[in-house]
Each structure stands twice: as C-alpha cells, then as structure tokens.
C-alpha cells in the first residue's frame, strides 16, 4: 500500500478536492463487479458444468446455494475483521482468497472439490460488498452518500450484464473451464486499484480510541437499534432472495416456456439486467432528493406490480420492455442498501453491520433458486415468480413500521 497524507473530512457543502474518493467508489464497484460477474456466469455454466462432471439436478443447485453460504459465512468474518483492521486491508485479503479459488475451479475434477472451491470463493465474494459500501460512504459526503453508495451496486449489475453478454460468446471457446479463469480478471483489477488506497479519515479517527467495542453487539445495541436491525435483515432478505429467484432461473424460464435459444435467454436477461440498473441509478438519486423510506416504498410497490404483470405474459416483445422494467423496480432498492446501513450504525460497526445484515439475507436469498426450482417443478415457472410479488407486501411492512428516515445524517 502507497504512503500517502490522509483526506481530510469532506464537507458537505463541496465536492471532494482529491481523487481518493473516486478511487475508492471505482475499488468497491469493480469488487463488486466480480461478485456479480462469478455468480452469473455459474448460472449460464450449470449445464455444461452438469453434463461435464455428470451432476444431478440438486448437485448443480448445491453449487449456487453453497456459494451463497460461503459468502454469508465471509460476510460475516471479514466485516468484523474490516472493523478492526481497516477497509482497504481486509478487502484485499478478500479478493486473494477469491481469485486463488475462482482459479481452482477450473481444473476441478468432480462434484466435491469443484464444491469446495465454490464454497471458500464464496468466502472472498461475502466481504465485497459491505466493506466495500463502508469505504465508499465514509469517503463522501452525505448529501452525496445515497447516489454514491448506488454507484457501488452498480458494480454488481455492470459484473452481471458483462456475464450475460459474454458468456454465450466464449463459453463455447474456452469451455466451462476456461470461464473460470476469465472469472479471476476482475479481481486483479480490483487489487490493482485498491492497493493504491488508504484508509478514510472517519475510520482512523475511529480506530485511535484505545478500547474498540464489540461491532456484533452494537447492531443490538438498544431497542430503536434492534428495531433497525430486524427491518434491514427483512429488507435484504426480500432483495437477494426475489433477485436470485429472478435471476438464476431467467434464462431457464426463457428457454423452456419460449423456447428461446441460449443466445436469445441472454439478450433477454441482459435487457433486464439494463432495467436493474437503470433502477439502481434512480434509486439512489431519488433517495438523496426525498428520503430514503418513500423511496423504497416506491420501488416496492413497482416491484409487486411488475412481477405479478411479468409473470402473465407469453409474447417475447412484450417480455423484453416488461422485464427492463420489472428489473427496475426488483433490483433497484439495491441502490440504497449501503447508505440506509452506513448511517444506522457508527464506524466501529459500520463493516460489520453492512457485511453481516446483507449476508443474512444472502442466507435466506440462497434458498430463492430452490424454492423456485421446486414450485416450478411441481406446478409452473409461471406460478413460481407470481408468487414472488408477495414477499415484496412483506418488505413495505417492514419499511414502514421498523426503518428509520437517516437523510443527511452525518456519519459517527
């Protein structure tokens, strides 16, 4: 890591004067690019994966859910270790132990190792996205932190659309294999990038106090805490499992109720993808403008409605508009997650809140592709996302009755 003079707190009346806080929004979005890119490309992989390695239907979902399950576990590790240790360190040990994995899995022989591998990476994968929102907020201002905080999560959308527009292209070049390797890029971009940072000034003001509290137990500090920390859980909890529902599943969907080659689910999924994103930039620019709570009341409600309308249609042109849409409103409350978090809990626990309360729901988000496989098998992939819309009714319960207004709050 380069020696350079720390930043000095950035007003909320102006701009930051120094690029390092566009250096650390570029290190934490292409992070979290790579989280998004390796997810994906597993998705499109599965059948090939499956026909190569001869797994079973519940073999080839185990690999998805126990990456979900490594990464929950990282979450929660490296979170708690960023707290203590610094952003920027502990996210580069992240992206080490993902890129030395990711490379594994390519010369995997079976179900077990390539399990294993898929397991550990996602271990690397869990503490992208909360560190990452951490130095990002703590490196802008607050009239800025929503917008800036959805920049990040665009990362995620930018690694999965890159995924999808790829992946149809060289797959059948370079093998199932080959992705793998092709997956551990972004990560050495992301090193190379973040290896160039400091820690922000709010965090090493924070990290000179003699004691350093214990981050778990300030997520449960009080009971308005409390309250906080259920209705973020149940917020994440609807955005992973509703997205992983969606996402890992889509292309399938495509293929068998239209018939849709392998070329055409990913133009389809990708103009959906775009959706997403478009909603994450939105999100976080309305959020900064009106508040946080009516925006995610906002987008839930488009959520119930666009998956309820999704799922009715039959006509590929009317599915195209109607899924950039649909991807709007059910990914674009990302956008928000990492300011609504970074301003509920103070620097001492701001990682480890981030990391833990999002991979809870990344918990409960692994179990969105098995349920939607089984209701999809017993009935149809029609009814499957249709009953998707619900869970976003049991998301606008929770904003309104346990999230807190946080605009403007300058961050502890």
Same mark, same amino acid.
């Given at each position: 890591?380069?020696?350079?003079?720390?930043?000095?707190?950035?007003?909320?009346?102006?701009?930051?004067?120094?690029?390092?806080?566009?250096? $650390?929004?570029?290190?934490?979005?292409?992070?979290?690019?790579?989280?998004?890119?390796? #997810?994906?490309?597993?998705?499109? @992989?599965?059948?090939?994966?499956?026909?190569?390695?001869? #797994?079973?239907?519940?073999?080839?979902?185990?690999?998805?859910?126990?990456?979900?399950?490594?990464?929950?576990?990282?979450?929660?590790?490296?979170?708690?270790?960023?707290?203590?240790?610094?952003?920027?360190?502990?996210?580069?040990?992240?992206?080490?132990?993902?890129?030395?994995?990711?490379?594994?899995?390519?010369?995997?022989?079976?179900?077990?190792?390539?399990?294993?591998?898929?397991?550990? %990476?996602?271990?690397?994968?869990?503490?992208?996205?909360?560190?990452?929102?951490?130095?990002?907020?703590?490196?802008?201002?607050?009239?800025?932190?929503?917008?800036?905080? &959805?920049?990040?999560?665009?990362?995620?959308? &930018?690694?999965?659309?890159?995924?999808?527009?790829?992946?149809?292209?060289?797959?059948?070049?370079?093998?199932?294999?080959?992705?793998?390797?092709?997956?551990?890029?972004?990560?050495?971009?992301?090193?190379?990038?973040?290896?160039?940072?400091?820690?922000?000034?709010?965090?090493?003001?924070? &990290?000179?106090?003699?004691?350093?509290?214990?981050?778990?137990?300030?997520?449960? $500090?009080?009971?308005?805490?409390?309250?906080?920390?259920?209705?973020?859980?149940?917020?994440?909890?609807?955005?992973?499992?509703?997205?992983?529902?969606? @996402?890992?599943?889509? =292309?399938?969907?495509?293929?068998?109720?239209?018939?849709?080659?392998?070329?055409?689910? %990913?133009?389809?999924?990708?103009?959906?993808?775009?959706?997403?994103?478009?909603?994450?930039? $939105?999100?976080?620019?309305?959020?900064?403008?009106?508040?946080?709570? =009516?925006?995610?009341?906002?987008?839930?409600?488009?959520?119930?409605?666009?998956?309820?309308?999704? %799922?009715?249609?039959?006509? =590929?042109?009317?599915?195209?508009?109607?899924?950039?849409? @649909?991807? @709007?409103?059910?990914?674009?409350m990302i956008g928000g997650y990492g300011a609504l978090i970074s301003e509920?809990?103070?620097?001492? $626990?701001?990682?480890?809140?981030?990391?833990?309360?999002?991979?809870?729901?990344?918990?409960?988000?692994?179990?969105?592709?098995?349920?939607?496989?089984?209701?999809?098998?017993?009935?149809?992939?029609q009814l499957a996302i249709a009953l998707l819309a619900s869970i976003y009714?049991?998301?606008?319960?929770?904003?309104?009755?346990?999230?807190?207004?946080?605009?403007?709050?300058?961050?502890e």
């Open positions: 890591m380069t020696s350079q003079p720390l930043t000095q707190p950035v007003s909320d009346a102006e701009a930051p004067t120094s690029p390092y806080a566009w250096k $650390a929004l570029a290190g934490s979005a292409i992070g979290y690019a790579m989280d998004g890119f390796d #997810l994906l490309i597993l998705g499109f @992989m599965l059948p090939t994966i499956s026909a190569a390695l001869a #797994l079973g239907t519940s073999q080839s979902g185990a690999l998805v859910t126990w990456t979900l399950i490594g990464a929950v576990a990282g979450g929660i590790i490296f979170g708690a270790l960023s707290d203590r240790y610094g952003r920027v360190r502990v996210l580069t040990w992240t992206i080490v132990l993902f890129a030395v994995f990711t490379g594994m899995c390519a010369f995997a022989q079976g179900f077990w190792d390539l399990l294993a591998y898929r397991t550990i %990476a996602g271990v690397g994968l869990g503490g992208e996205f909360g560190i990452g929102m951490a130095l990002a907020a703590e490196a802008w201002p607050a009239s800025k932190r929503a917008r800036v905080s &959805s920049y990040v999560a665009l990362g995620w959308q &930018s690694g999965v659309l890159m995924a999808a527009l790829l992946t149809p292209l060289l797959l059948p070049v370079v093998g199932w294999r080959g992705m793998f390797l092709i997956g551990v890029i972004p990560a050495l971009v992301a090193w190379f990038i973040r290896n160039r940072l400091h820690e922000p000034e709010v965090f090493v003001r924070s &990290s000179r106090t003699k004691k350093m509290p214990n981050a778990f137990r300030l997520l449960v $500090a009080d009971g308005k805490t409390t309250r906080t920390s259920l209705g973020i859980v149940i917020l994440c909890s609807v955005q992973n499992f509703g997205y992983y529902g969606i @996402m890992i599943w889509l =292309p399938t969907y495509l293929s068998k109720t239209l018939g849709f080659s392998l070329t055409k689910s %990913a133009m389809w999924t990708s103009v959906t993808i775009v959706g997403m994103m478009l909603g994450v930039i $939105a999100f976080g620019h309305l959020a900064d403008r009106i508040g946080r709570k =009516p925006t995610f009341l906002i987008f839930q409600a488009g959520a119930v409605a666009m998956v309820l309308y999704y %799922a009715r249609l039959s006509d =590929p042109m009317t599915m195209l508009w109607a899924g950039a849409v @649909m991807g @709007m409103f059910v990914n674009g509920a809990y103070p620097t001492a $626990a701001r990682a480890t809140a981030q990391n833990v309360l999002f991979n809870i729901g990344r918990a409960v988000g692994g179990l969105g592709p098995i349920v939607v496989g089984a209701i999809a098998a017993t009935y149809s992939f009714v049991l998301d606008m319960i929770a904003t309104i009755f346990l999230i807190p207004e946080l605009k403007g709050v300058e961050l």
